[in-house]
Protein backbone atom coordinates (compact mmCIF):
# COMPACT_ATOMS: atom_id res chain seq x y z
CA UNK A 1 0.00 0.00 0.00
CA UNK A 2 1.42 3.44 -0.92
CA UNK A 3 1.82 6.10 1.27
CA UNK A 4 0.17 9.14 0.06
CA UNK A 5 0.76 12.68 1.86
CA UNK A 6 -0.66 15.96 1.74
CA UNK A 7 1.60 17.98 -1.30
CA UNK A 8 2.32 20.36 1.22
CA UNK A 9 3.94 18.23 3.66
CA UNK A 10 6.34 17.13 1.11
CA UNK A 11 6.76 20.16 -1.15
CA UNK A 12 9.33 22.00 1.54
CA UNK A 13 12.09 18.76 1.51
CA UNK A 14 11.32 19.21 -2.95
CA UNK A 15 12.17 23.09 -2.56
CA UNK A 16 15.58 22.65 -0.91
CA UNK A 17 16.72 19.75 -3.01
CA UNK A 18 16.31 21.90 -5.96
CA UNK A 19 17.43 25.01 -4.38
CA UNK A 20 20.60 23.66 -3.53
CA UNK A 21 21.00 22.13 -6.84
CA UNK A 22 20.84 25.71 -8.35
CA UNK A 23 22.92 27.25 -6.26
CA UNK A 24 25.37 24.53 -5.48
CA UNK A 25 27.43 26.10 -8.65
CA UNK A 26 28.02 29.60 -7.15
CA UNK A 27 28.86 28.40 -3.75
CA UNK A 28 31.76 26.24 -4.81
CA UNK A 29 33.31 29.23 -7.16
CA UNK A 30 33.36 31.90 -4.25
CA UNK A 31 33.85 29.16 -1.21
CA UNK A 32 30.24 30.23 -0.02
CA UNK A 33 28.02 28.55 2.68
CA UNK A 34 24.42 28.43 1.92
CA UNK A 35 23.83 31.09 5.15
CA UNK A 36 26.32 33.06 3.92
CA UNK A 37 24.93 33.72 -0.42
CA UNK A 38 21.29 33.99 1.80
CA UNK A 39 22.59 36.86 3.11
CA UNK A 40 23.96 38.41 0.30
CA UNK A 41 21.05 37.83 -1.82
CA UNK A 42 18.92 38.90 1.07
CA UNK A 43 20.55 42.19 1.10
CA UNK A 44 20.63 42.16 -2.70
CA UNK A 45 17.15 41.30 -3.18
CA UNK A 46 15.66 43.69 -0.43
CA UNK A 47 16.38 47.06 -0.47
CA UNK A 48 15.81 48.89 2.55
CA UNK A 49 15.96 45.68 4.84
CA UNK A 50 19.87 45.47 5.49
CA UNK A 51 20.04 44.82 8.96
CA UNK A 52 20.88 40.99 10.70
CA UNK A 53 17.09 41.39 12.19
CA UNK A 54 15.45 42.00 9.29
CA UNK A 55 17.13 39.10 8.29
CA UNK A 56 15.80 36.80 11.10
CA UNK A 57 12.79 38.69 11.14
CA UNK A 58 11.21 38.40 7.98
CA UNK A 59 13.56 34.71 7.08
CA UNK A 60 12.88 33.00 10.13
CA UNK A 61 16.92 32.78 10.49
CA UNK A 62 19.22 31.98 13.25
CA UNK A 63 20.21 35.07 14.86
CA UNK A 64 24.33 32.84 15.38
CA UNK A 65 23.97 31.58 11.78
CA UNK A 66 23.41 34.89 10.22
CA UNK A 67 26.11 36.70 12.35
CA UNK A 68 28.39 33.93 11.89
CA UNK A 69 28.07 34.70 7.99
CA UNK A 70 27.73 38.54 8.29
CA UNK A 71 31.34 38.29 9.95
CA UNK A 72 32.79 35.72 7.19
CA UNK A 73 31.18 38.12 4.68
CA UNK A 74 33.24 41.46 6.26
CA UNK A 75 36.40 39.09 6.51
CA UNK A 76 35.93 38.45 2.84
CA UNK A 77 35.02 42.06 1.91
CA UNK A 78 31.61 41.27 0.12
CA UNK A 79 29.69 43.59 3.13
CA UNK A 80 30.54 46.24 5.22
CA UNK A 81 28.92 47.79 8.47
CA UNK A 82 28.04 50.66 8.98
CA UNK A 83 26.19 52.09 12.83
CA UNK A 84 23.17 54.11 12.07
CA UNK A 85 23.51 57.58 13.28
CA UNK A 86 20.03 57.84 15.32
CA UNK A 87 20.39 54.23 16.92
CA UNK A 88 23.77 53.34 17.57
CA UNK A 89 23.38 49.52 18.54
CA UNK A 90 21.97 49.54 14.67
CA UNK A 91 24.36 48.02 12.31
CA UNK A 92 23.57 48.42 8.15
CA UNK A 93 25.02 45.73 6.19
CA UNK A 94 25.93 46.80 3.04
CA UNK A 95 27.02 45.09 -0.50
CA UNK A 96 30.51 46.48 -1.72
CA UNK A 97 31.45 45.94 -5.42
CA UNK A 98 33.21 42.73 -4.51
CA UNK A 99 29.81 41.52 -3.44
CA UNK A 100 28.05 42.36 -7.13
CA UNK A 101 29.49 39.30 -9.38
CA UNK A 102 28.54 36.93 -6.44
CA UNK A 103 25.32 38.07 -6.28
CA UNK A 104 24.52 38.14 -9.95
CA UNK A 105 25.65 34.87 -9.79
CA UNK A 106 22.98 34.15 -7.10
CA UNK A 107 20.07 35.77 -8.57
CA UNK A 108 20.96 33.75 -11.83
CA UNK A 109 20.34 30.61 -9.57
CA UNK A 110 17.47 32.09 -7.67
CA UNK A 111 15.91 32.99 -11.32
CA UNK A 112 16.42 29.56 -12.46
CA UNK A 113 14.95 27.65 -9.52
CA UNK A 114 11.73 29.73 -10.12
CA UNK A 115 12.13 28.91 -13.72
CA UNK A 116 11.79 24.63 -13.36
CA UNK A 117 9.65 25.44 -10.17
CA UNK A 118 7.20 27.53 -12.91
CA UNK A 119 7.85 25.44 -16.19
CA UNK A 120 4.36 24.56 -17.98
CA UNK A 121 1.91 27.00 -15.49
CA UNK A 122 0.45 30.00 -17.62
CA UNK A 123 0.54 33.50 -16.47
CA UNK A 124 -2.60 32.89 -14.94
CA UNK A 125 -1.70 30.48 -13.06
CA UNK A 126 1.48 31.71 -12.14
CA UNK A 127 -0.48 34.71 -10.78
CA UNK A 128 -2.69 32.45 -8.91
CA UNK A 129 0.30 30.76 -7.13
CA UNK A 130 1.80 33.91 -6.20
CA UNK A 131 -1.72 35.12 -4.46
CA UNK A 132 -2.11 31.27 -2.63
CA UNK A 133 1.48 31.23 -1.89
CA UNK A 134 0.96 34.74 0.03
CA UNK A 135 -1.96 33.84 1.57
CA UNK A 136 -0.62 30.59 3.05
CA UNK A 137 2.24 32.46 4.54
CA UNK A 138 0.47 35.11 5.77
CA UNK A 139 -1.43 32.36 7.93
CA UNK A 140 1.08 30.50 9.09
CA UNK A 141 3.13 33.88 10.39
CA UNK A 142 -0.63 35.28 12.48
CA UNK A 143 -0.97 31.77 13.54
CA UNK A 144 2.24 31.49 15.37
Same mark, same amino acid.
Given at each position: ??????????????????????????????????????????????????????? *???????? $???? =? #????? !????? +??????????????????????????????????? *???????? $???? =? #????? !????? +????????
Amino acid at each position: MACVKHPLLTIRAALKRRYAHEMAEVLDKWQLTGMEADVLLFLANNPGCDTASDM *VTLCQLTK $SHVS =K #AVDHL !TEMGY +ITQQRDQQNRRKVHLLLTEEAKPVVKAGQAAQKRF *VDVLTRGL $SDAD =K #AAMKR !TLEVM +IENAVKEE
